[in-house]
C-alpha cells in the first residue's frame, strides 16, 4: 500500500463560543474530494471515500480521537507530539466531504493559531493508506482499500508538489509523487531552528 496525501487550499476560520464563555477556534472547508481527477492525477470514487469516511466517522470522530498534524508528515500513523487539532465532523456535500476541526491548546496548536492571527494562510492536507490501479485514460484510481490516517493534516502550502522525503524512513510503505519538483516538508527543513526556539517541547 502507497502512503497517499492530498493537499486543499481554501479553509475558512471561525470562533465559537461555548456555555461558559471561553472562545474556541475552528477551520472548516473542503477536506476530500471524489469522482475527479485532482492535480496530483489521481480520483477517489465516492463510493470508495462514502465507505471510508462512514469508518472513519465511527471510529475515530465519534470517539474523539481524529486527530491531525501540524505540517507534512512522511508515515501513516500520528505523531501525539505534532497533533494541532481534532476534526470533529465530515459531511457529504456533493462530490466532496465538508469538515471541521477544532484548533488545540497544544504547542503546535497554538502555531497554528499564531498563524491565523497574524493572516498566514494554511489549508489542509488529507494522509491514507491505499493502492492504485492506472486507468486506460492515465490517471491513477484509489481502490477501495484506502484506509484514512486522518482527514486533515494543517499545512502553509498547501498547493506545493508532495515533498521528497527529509530523513531515511523505516516504514514498509511506498510514497507516491505528485509533481516535477521535490519539495522538502515543513518543519522537517528546520528542525533544528525549531529545537532550538521551542525547547519546552521536542518536535519529530
Aim: aromatic residues 8%; hydrophobic residues 35%.
Amino acid at each position: 500500500m502507497k502512503l497517499i496525501r492530498e493537499s486543499i487550499e481554501n479553509v475558512k476560520y471561525l470562533t465559537e463560543k461555548t456555555e461558559d464563555g471561553k472562545k474556541k477556534l475552528y477551520i472548516e472547508g473542503t477536506f476530500l474530494v471524489g469522482d475527479t481527477v485532482n492535480k496530483n492525477n489521481r480520483m477517489y470514487k465516492m463510493d470508495t471515500l462514502r465507505n471510508e469516511v462512514n469508518r472513519y466517522t465511527e471510529e475515530f470522530i465519534n470517539t474523539n480521537r481524529a486527530l491531525g498534524e501540524l505540517g507534512h508528515p512522511d508515515t501513516p500513523s500520528i505523531n501525539l507530539e505534532r497533533v494541532s487539532h481534532k476534526i470533529v465532523s465530515l459531511k457529504e456535500d456533493g462530490n466532496t466531504f465538508y469538515g471541521k476541526a477544532l484548533i488545540l491548546g497544544t504547542p503546535y496548536g497554538q502555531i497554528v493559531e499564531n498563524f491565523i492571527n497574524n493572516d498566514i494562510q494554511v489549508g489542509v492536507s488529507s494522509r491514507a493508506l491505499g493502492s492504485l490501479t492506472q486507468t486506460k485514460e492515465g490517471y491513477n484510481l484509489v481502490q477501495d482499500d484506502l484506509k484514512l490516517a486522518t482527514a486533515a493534516d494543517i499545512v502553509a502550502d498547501p498547493s506545493a508538489p508532495e515533498p521528497v522525503l527529509a530523513m531515511p524512513s523505516p516504514f514498509p510503505f511506498e510514497r507516491v509523487p505528485s509533481g516535477n519538483i521535490p519539495r522538502v516538508c515543513l518543519f522537517s527543513k528546520t528542525r533544528a531552528a525549531w529545537r532550538s526556539a521551542h525547547s519546552s517541547f521536542s518536535p519529530r
